[in-house]
């Protein structure tokens, strides 16, 4: 291992220090080893660096290439597509065949609406919930990662133990700074898992929940599977008291099963977010 070089992914990232923020486009590859390193290219389950040095992604663009690097069918339908026009700002019969699929393998897919991005998705998720029930707030958990935006960048950086706060209260940690501090309060944060926690919360503060949102499998900490009965559980509290059950299924979904966690699980969320894999469905 010692003999490996990245001279010229270092060289790279010296020159783009000078253009891009912390010389990356996504805060995560600063803590590459031994830096961020810049790639080359990738076929299939390998990349390569611009020093040469191959690589076994396991990866994969942190999910949207599950099928692998420049699988060819995904290729050719990106180039097929592509030549025949590319945005309308305007409806595709496409839109309606993928939507038709998507709808034939989703369990809770009745209706969607598509979006640039996971995060946005999921404040569109947000919005409805609270258009449909008047109220504020979403339940959150710690540890799971609900994209980039302010309202959901509160608890979740791995607090040390005597940071934590108590198990009922957990400290909702800024994960960086320049958060808009109003944004704090959008959220109930709960130790994930522990459904009688959540039971007690909900039935205290239910008037003030539009919503609960969880990963369904806990991919963003680790790998932690629901406890047996807490989906379920879940979606009894939110029929209970009329709170929306939102599934972020950006990992989990068609990886889980073709239908997501959802399908695998057996527990049908009113709203769900896929994305990631998504991008490699071949049409
Ligand atoms: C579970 C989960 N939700 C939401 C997001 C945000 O998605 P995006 O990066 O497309 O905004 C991610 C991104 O990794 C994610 O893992």
């Not at 935006?149 to 209260?169: F, I, K, Q, T, Y």
């Not at 979606?235 to 959802?262: H, M, S």
Request: hydrophobic fraction near 40%; aromatic fraction near 10%; glycine fraction near 8%.
């Amino acid at each position: 291992m010692s003999n490996i070089k990245y001279t010229k992914s270092e060289r790279l990232l010296q020159r783009a220090r000078k253009v891009l923020a912390g010389g990356v486009s996504s805060e995560f590859r600063k803590y590459n080893h031994p830096h961020a390193l810049f790639y080359a290219h990738g076929k299939g389950s390998r990349v390569y660096d611009a020093d040469g040095n191959e690589y076994l992604d396991f990866t994969l663009s942190q999910g949207p290439l599950i099928l692998g690097h420049s699988h060819p069918e995904v290729v050719k339908a990106v180039s097929d597509y592509s030549k025949d026009g590319q945005l309308y700002a305007g409806q595709h019969l496409k839109e309606i065949e993928l939507a038709e699929k998507l709808h034939a393998v989703i369990p809770s897919a009745e209706l969607m609406r598509f979006c640039l991005d996971g995060s946005t998705a999921i404040q569109t998720a947000f919005r409805v919930a609270r258009a449909k029930t008047g109220r504020q707030k979403f339940l959150r958990f710690e540890g799971h990662y609900h994209g980039w935006l302010d309202n959901v960048s509160w608890g979740n950086a791995a607090p040390s133990l005597s940071d934590m706060g108590d198990r009922e209260h957990p400290v909702a940690n800024p994960w960086s700074k320049g958060l808009a501090e109003g944004t704090k309060h959008e959220s109930l944060l709960l130790p994930w898992n522990d459904l009688a926690l959540v039971e007690k919360t909900v039935a205290e503060k239910h008037q003030e929940i539009a919503a609960i949102i969880t990963e369904p499998v806990m991919c963003n900490n680790n790998c932690i599977e629901p406890a047996p009965g807490f989906l379920q559980g879940l979606r009894d509290i939110c029929d209970q008291y009329g709170i929306a059950l939102i599934f972020d299924e950006v990992i989990t979904g068609f990886r889980l099963g073709l239908g997501g966690a959802q399908e695998y699980f057996g527990i049908i969320p009113d709203m769900s977010i896929f994305a990631k894999a998504f991008a490699s469905v071949i049409p």
